[in-house]
């Protein structure tokens, strides 16, 4: 997605867990603990991988996407599929992404990633600012900001 940013990826956090239930130090009724909640969330909103469940090795995972954020008032918290995530990201200024992988048969479940989308991303393309700082020294205008109220509309225009 183009306007993902703030990537916190939770594979090392995984991997030391798979490491202690393979070493006996865990139980997997300690890490098989998906709430009912959970299982409804990835039949219905999930997104079905090619991985297999690392504990029971029976199915396939499932990525459910919830969603938190001012913004989204009674729809924080909610599970959305993948592809309504660009269309939230092109509505909302900024909300956050935490994708979960769920195993339906032995209730395995680990956050995988943590992400921000929004149109906030936008506005933070290197390319937009040093176009608009490299227009503006080349007209000739001087360092107090001529330039600056044209970069505020774009903005604005994009909002």
Known sequence: MRTQRQVVDYSLRRRALLRDVFSGRLGTYEVCDASPYLKN??????????????????????????????????????????????????????????????????????????FLLGRDGLTDEPGVEAAAAVGSSTSGSSATGVGAPATKRRREARR
């Open 41 to 114: 969330a990835a039949r219905f909103h999930g997104e079905p991988t090619d991985r297999r469940c690392p504990i029971c090795r029976r199915e396939n995972l499932t990525l459910v996407h919830y969603i938190y954020g001012d913004e989204l008032k009674q729809s924080a918290g909610q599970a959305r599929t993948r592809t309504e995530l660009p269309v939230l990201a092109m509505t909302f200024r900024e909300f956050q992404v935490y994708v979960v992988e769920v195993c339906r048969a032995c209730d395995w479940n680990h956050l995988v990633e943590q």
